[in-house]
């Protein structure tokens, strides 16, 4: 399994449709005991919260997000944790929104004080 997600700033590798996250998008997350969350803001995303669980490398959560434009949305996301070679974490997720039409993949990467 791969690390402890507790502490880790994450942000997406490439910008999604507007109105969603994006590379200016952060991810502050915490893990304990089996349960994960995160709060995230950036971009087109004024405020964002997520929560759910980890089992192993598997992240279930649901998210929820006011966006700049006033509108609210909210989906799930199911993402597996990998571990780069350069020992930063990055997360593989496939969502769907349950608000609106749409769903899709991204990914996130674990920023550091000295890169991505």
């Known amino acids: 399994m791969a690390r402890s997600l507790d502490g880790l700033v994450l942000a997406p590798v490439a910008d999604q449709a507007p109105g969603q996250v994006g590379t200016r998008t952060r991810f502050a997350y915490h893990e304990k005991d089996g349960e994960i969350w995160a709060e995230y803001a950036g971009g087109d995303v004024v405020r964002g ?6 089992d192993g490398d598997r992240l279930d959560f649901r998210y929820v997000q006011l966006r700049t434009d006033g509108t609210t949305s909210s989906g799930h996301c199911v993402s597996t944790v990998v571990e780069l070679p350069d020992g930063r974490v990055r997360l593989e997720e496939s969502w769907r929104w349950e608000s609106r039409a749409g769903s899709g993949t991204s990914v996130v990467e674990q920023v550091t004080e000295h890169g991505p």
């Open 49 to 54: 919260h997520l929560v759910g669980t980890r």
